[in-house]
Nanobody, 128 residues
Framework: QVQLVESGGGLVQAGGSLRLSCAASGRTFGMYGLGWFRQAPGKDREFVAA????????DYTDSVKGRFTISRDTAKNMVTLQMNSLKPEDTAVYYCAALSALKYFSTAKYQPDEYDIWGQGTQVTVSS
């Protein structure tokens, strides 16, 4: 079973950058699609980005396209989210999550309930 641990959150001014990392344990890491979600206070958890098993296919919510980049290093069991040009509305707890391989190639990848494994989350705060 894969376990996920996020790191890299913090406080940054608007326009700044942060790099979130998600370290995975478990030999089956390469069998999962991976996603990043976020949840702001009082709001539902929302999809941010996802990446396929091979890393060759990525998806982003419209509000982060051109600013965020998701990548994975299967050899290191790591997925990262590079966040540039941050805005106050990006403030949230960010979670990485693992999705079964077949579900990645469907709209299931946008739905938090379809993910099988979650990290504990890391806080990102963007000040104006």
């Amino acid at each position: 079973q894969v376990q996920l641990v996020e790191s890299g959150g913090g406080l940054v001014q608007a326009g700044g950058s942060l790099r979130l990392s998600c370290a995975a344990s478990g030999r089956t890491f390469g069998m999962y699609g991976l996603g990043w979600f976020r949840q702001a206070p009082g709001k539902d958890r929302e999809f941010v980005a996802a990446i396929s098993l091979s890393g060759g296919i990525t998806d982003y919510t419209d509000s982060v396209k051109g600013r965020f980049t998701i990548s994975r290093d299967t050899a290191k069991n790591m997925v990262t989210l590079q966040m540039n040009s941050l805005k106050p509305e990006d403030t949230a707890v960010y979670y990485c999550a693992a999705l079964s391989a077949l579900k990645y190639f469907s709209t299931a990848k946008y739905q938090p309930d379809e993910y099988d494994i979650w990290g504990q989350g890391t806080q990102v705060t963007v000040s104006s």
